[in-house]
Protein backbone atom coordinates (compact mmCIF):
# COMPACT_ATOMS: atom_id res chain seq x y z
CA UNK A 1 0.00 0.00 0.00
CA UNK A 2 0.90 3.58 -0.56
CA UNK A 3 2.94 4.92 2.19
CA UNK A 4 2.38 8.31 3.73
CA UNK A 5 4.20 9.73 6.83
CA UNK A 6 3.02 13.08 8.60
CA UNK A 7 4.89 15.70 10.42
CA UNK A 8 5.30 19.38 11.29
CA UNK A 9 2.41 19.77 14.41
CA UNK A 10 3.09 20.81 17.52
CA UNK A 11 1.58 23.54 19.87
CA UNK A 12 0.53 27.42 18.78
CA UNK A 13 -1.35 29.82 20.14
CA UNK A 14 -4.45 30.83 18.11
CA UNK A 15 -3.60 33.13 15.16
CA UNK A 16 -0.17 31.77 14.87
CA UNK A 17 1.24 29.38 11.61
CA UNK A 18 2.44 25.79 10.68
CA UNK A 19 2.93 23.21 8.12
CA UNK A 20 2.07 20.27 7.92
CA UNK A 21 4.18 17.84 5.72
CA UNK A 22 2.95 14.84 3.87
CA UNK A 23 5.60 12.72 2.74
CA UNK A 24 5.19 9.58 0.30
CA UNK A 25 7.63 7.49 -2.05
CA UNK A 26 5.93 5.82 -4.45
CA UNK A 27 6.75 6.42 -7.90
CA UNK A 28 3.56 7.63 -9.93
CA UNK A 29 3.15 10.05 -6.82
CA UNK A 30 2.50 12.99 -9.55
CA UNK A 31 -0.70 11.42 -9.99
CA UNK A 32 -2.15 11.01 -6.80
CA UNK A 33 -4.69 12.54 -5.24
CA UNK A 34 -3.87 13.40 -2.06
CA UNK A 35 -6.15 14.84 0.82
CA UNK A 36 -5.62 16.10 4.42
CA UNK A 37 -8.00 15.17 7.28
CA UNK A 38 -8.31 15.60 10.75
CA UNK A 39 -10.17 14.04 13.98
CA UNK A 40 -10.98 14.95 17.32
CA UNK A 41 -11.18 12.20 19.70
CA UNK A 42 -14.91 11.06 19.70
CA UNK A 43 -15.94 12.24 16.25
CA UNK A 44 -15.42 11.44 13.16
CA UNK A 45 -12.31 12.20 10.64
CA UNK A 46 -13.75 14.92 8.15
CA UNK A 47 -11.51 16.39 5.08
CA UNK A 48 -10.00 19.27 5.65
CA UNK A 49 -8.31 19.54 2.19
CA UNK A 50 -7.93 17.98 -0.96
CA UNK A 51 -5.71 18.29 -3.72
CA UNK A 52 -5.33 16.67 -6.95
CA UNK A 53 -2.63 15.98 -10.24
CA UNK A 54 -3.80 18.72 -11.94
CA UNK A 55 -3.38 21.46 -8.23
CA UNK A 56 -7.11 21.49 -8.44
CA UNK A 57 -8.03 21.81 -4.80
CA UNK A 58 -10.75 22.17 -2.32
CA UNK A 59 -11.10 22.71 1.36
CA UNK A 60 -13.83 21.97 3.75
CA UNK A 61 -15.70 25.42 4.87
CA UNK A 62 -13.99 25.91 8.23
CA UNK A 63 -10.37 26.52 6.88
CA UNK A 64 -11.26 28.27 3.78
CA UNK A 65 -8.78 31.50 3.60
CA UNK A 66 -6.79 30.14 6.21
CA UNK A 67 -5.44 26.80 5.24
CA UNK A 68 -3.75 25.76 2.07
CA UNK A 69 -2.66 22.97 0.54
CA UNK A 70 -0.20 22.92 -1.62
CA UNK A 71 2.49 19.59 -3.36
CA UNK A 72 5.75 19.69 -4.64
CA UNK A 73 6.36 16.37 -6.68
CA UNK A 74 9.93 16.26 -7.45
CA UNK A 75 10.14 16.58 -3.50
CA UNK A 76 6.75 13.69 -3.56
CA UNK A 77 5.24 16.15 -0.66
CA UNK A 78 2.25 17.41 -0.13
CA UNK A 79 1.81 20.18 2.08
CA UNK A 80 -1.08 21.90 4.49
CA UNK A 81 -0.23 25.91 5.88
CA UNK A 82 -2.30 26.67 8.20
CA UNK A 83 -2.48 29.93 9.16
CA UNK A 84 -4.75 32.35 11.67
CA UNK A 85 -5.21 28.71 13.87
CA UNK A 86 -8.09 29.33 16.10
CA UNK A 87 -8.65 26.11 18.96
CA UNK A 88 -11.36 24.46 16.89
CA UNK A 89 -8.43 23.53 14.91
CA UNK A 90 -6.92 21.38 17.50
CA UNK A 91 -7.09 17.76 16.11
CA UNK A 92 -5.01 15.03 14.64
CA UNK A 93 -4.12 15.21 11.13
CA UNK A 94 -3.91 12.56 8.50
CA UNK A 95 -2.88 12.29 5.07
CA UNK A 96 -4.26 10.37 2.70
CA UNK A 97 -4.39 9.06 -0.85
CA UNK A 98 -8.17 9.95 -2.74
CA UNK A 99 -9.45 7.71 -5.88
CA UNK A 100 -12.71 8.93 -7.58
CA UNK A 101 -14.62 6.30 -8.50
CA UNK A 102 -17.21 7.55 -10.92
CA UNK A 103 -19.53 8.57 -8.38
CA UNK A 104 -17.23 9.41 -5.47
CA UNK A 105 -13.89 10.17 -3.73
CA UNK A 106 -12.50 7.32 -2.11
CA UNK A 107 -10.19 7.21 0.64
CA UNK A 108 -7.19 5.19 0.67
CA UNK A 109 -6.77 2.41 3.06
CA UNK A 110 -3.84 2.82 4.92
CA UNK A 111 -4.01 5.31 7.41
CA UNK A 112 -0.46 6.75 9.28
CA UNK A 113 -0.32 8.22 12.78
CA UNK A 114 -1.32 11.40 12.15
CA UNK A 115 0.42 14.36 13.43
CA UNK A 116 -1.12 16.04 16.56
CA UNK A 117 -1.61 20.00 16.45
CA UNK A 118 -2.87 22.14 19.67
CA UNK A 119 -4.04 25.43 18.92
CA UNK A 120 -4.39 27.03 22.83
CA UNK A 121 -6.17 29.96 23.19
Known amino acids: QVQLVESGGGLVQAGGSLRLSCAASRSGFSILTVGWYRQIPGKQRELVARITSGSSTNYADSVKGRFTISRDNAKKTVYLQMNSLKPEDTAVYYC???????????????WGQGTQVTVSS
Open 96 to 110: NTNQWTGTTWRTGDY
